[in-house]
Structure formats: C-alpha cells, structure tokens
C-alpha cells in the first residue's frame, strides 16, 4: 500500500473527532483555539533500537510515543488540543504493523480527547522513526514551568516512582527472584505509561514549579534545582513505592538505586509552598492521583538524599543521558 492508502485507511480515522484536520487531506491542519487559550507545544521522537525494540507490539509503541508527549502537556499544566505523527517507515514494513500501531494510538486518541490532526508519512533504509508533536492549551494563568520553585517549598512527586525502571529490568529478565504479577505490573509500567494531565492541570495556580520524571527522579529534580537556583533534599523513606516495586526490594535493596535513577516513570515531580498542603492534596484527590510529599527545596544546589546512608543508596551518575 502507498503512502496515500496508509493515510486514509489507518490514520485519517484517528482525525474524524476534528474538523480542523481536514481528514487528513489537505496541506496543514486549521484548529480553533478558546479564547484567551496559549498554545503550548512538545515533540518527542522514538528509534527502534534505542528507544524500543523491534519486536515491541506496535499498539505498545504507539501508546507509549503518545503518553510520553500527553506527559509533557501534563508537565505544563496544559490540556491535550491534538497531536501530528511523522512516521518514518522503513521500506518493507508489513501493513499489518502499521494496522496494529494505528489501533493503539486510536485507542489514546479517543482516551485522552487528543485526534490526530496531521503528519508526514515516508520510507527510509535506515531504522523505524517514530517523532509525535502534541498540541495542548493552557489559559491565562499560564504554564507550570521547571524554574518557579522558591526556597522552601515542599517537594512532591505522584503515583509510584521506579515501576519502569524496574520494568525494563523484568522485561530483559533481570529479575527471575521476583514472582510473576509482579514483574508483569512492572513491566506495563515500562510500556504504557499514565500521563497526569488532570493533576497537571489541577496544580496550576497552586504548584510553584513542576516537571515530568522521564529520565528518573533524581536526575530530573536536579533539572528543577539548576532552572530555580536552588538545592533539593529527600528523603528516600518518603518515595511512593508500589507493591510490586515494594517485593523487588524486599529481594535486592540495592534495586534502590536504579528507581532513583532509572527513566520512564512519567510522574510528575512538583513544588508547591506549605501554605497549599490542602490545596496540592484537594488537586490530587480530584485528579484521582496520589502524591507524596518527599522533600524540601533548599538554598544550595543539586538534589542530596539525607537518609542516603540508611538505604544504602549509591548514586554515582543521577539519570539516562542519551549523549
Ligand atoms: P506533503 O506533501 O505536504 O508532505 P503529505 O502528502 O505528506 O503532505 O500529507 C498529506 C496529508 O496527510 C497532510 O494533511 C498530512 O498532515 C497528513 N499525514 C501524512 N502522514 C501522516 C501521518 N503519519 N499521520 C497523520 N497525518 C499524516
Ligand atoms: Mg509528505
């Protein structure tokens, strides 16, 4: 099938929510934005074999390059409006992966209210490229951003931390110690993760500075610390662990250490002052997401973990870095 079939049949679906697409037939997408609103945008792009492994299910790909994006919009406080796909195929792919990976982005479309407003779709001899723009407003509050924590403010963080780091881990059978629930639970944690859009966009107003955890929460916290000019301390005790995160431990308490700096959690990583403890827990609450508070922002720099010694935790190098 050629480019223009792919479209029709498999992404042109995925934009009938949105008029302003034009079924995906014409040079760019028109969207109308609420009065008032801000555009607010982010573009993430995944290879195969160093993003995912070819032989990932596609409807797990699509969801993941879709979430990981919807997460940025969460880290904003942003709400989803739309996303493009450029997808670059190389030559060869079955059909019937590209079938697969249109139905799972379908299935976040429809769940996160976001269509699929336009794209590029081309052939390459090197590998599979996958690049998602998403789309997303805020009003004239404005955005959360990395750079507004004040000294002071307490630290929270969302759902679990370390589940996909421990998940990549299960899923390249690195944790045969650990009972099979959980290394499943783990190891979806890895593939889909859960955008907090909601919460992103209950703390607006109330969070100080906020960001998502995608490359582990120390090393990303530290991006918090060097935009604000201040110093971040935790205490690992305090970490929202899950109860499959809480058995991998129970075998190997070192595990510690790659939650801490492991990637992917796609939580979000918060500041907010004393005075809004009932304002964060009401946000949180109505967002239907736990948060924890675990820390305090300080006047130095850099994030230190003050019961570090206790827990053994040993973190030479905070966070994946991709150079
Ligand atoms: P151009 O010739 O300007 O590159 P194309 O012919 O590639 O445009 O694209 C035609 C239409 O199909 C455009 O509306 C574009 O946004 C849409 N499109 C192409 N590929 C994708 C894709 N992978 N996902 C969503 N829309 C796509
Ligand atoms: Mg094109």
């Known amino acids: 099938m050629d480019e223009f079939g792919l479209i029709a049949r498999y992404f042109a679906p995925l934009a009938k929510d949105e008029p302003g697409a034009l079924g995906l037939t014409d040079d760019a997408a028109v969207l109308d934005l609420p009065a008032g609103a801000r555009l607010v945008v982010a573009t993430d792009a995944i290879v195969a074999g160093v993003h995912f492994l070819p032989d990932d299910p596609p409807a ?11 997460s940025d919009l969460a880290a904003m406080g942003a709400h989803a409006r739309g996303v493009l796909l450029a997808a670059v195929f190389p030559r060869g792919t079955e059909e019937s992966w ?5 139905r799972g982005l379908g299935e976040d479309v429809r769940a996160f209210a976001a269509p699929l407003v336009g794209g590029d779709t081309v052939a390459t001899d090197g590998p599979l490229t996958l690049a998602l723009t998403a789309l997303g407003t805020v009003d004239a509050r404005g955005a959360l951003t990395r750079s507004a924590a004040r000294e ?3 630290i929270y963080v969302s759902g679990t931390i370390g589940d996909a780091a ?3 881990k299960a899923a ?3 944790l045969p110690g650990l009972d ?5 639970a783990l190891t979806r944690r890895y593939r889909v993760p859960e955008p907090r859009l909601a919460l992103g966009q209950g703390l607006v107003g109330i969070a100080h500075a906020c960001m998502d955890v995608s490359d582990g929460l120390v090393a990303d916290l530290g991006h918090v610390c060097e935009c604000s000019g201040l110093g971040a301390r935790i205490t690992a005790a305090a970490l929202p662990v899950s109860s499959a995160a809480r058995r991998a431990l129970a075998g190997d308490p070192a595990l510690i250490n790659a939650m801490l700096a492991g990637g992917d959690d796609y939580e979000l990583v918060f500041s907010a002052p004393a005075a809004a403890r009932e304002a964060v827990a009401a946000a949180a609450r109505a967002a239907g997401v736990a948060v924890a508070r675990i820390g305090i922002m300080t006047a130095g720099e850099g994030v230190e ?3 570090a010694e206790a827990l ?3 973190l030479k190098t905070g966070g994946y870095s991709h150079f």
């Open 98 to 102: 590209v079938a697969e990976f249109a």
């Open 166 to 168: 421990l998940g990549l």
């Open 152 to 154: 002071g403010d307490d």
């Open 305 to 307: 973990i003050s019961d």
């Open 60 to 70: 797990d790909i699509a969801r993941k390059l879709m979430r990981v994006n919807l």
């Open 180 to 184: 099979a629930g959980s290394r499943e």
């Open 172 to 174: 390249k059978g690195e």
């Open 312 to 314: 053994r935790v040993d």
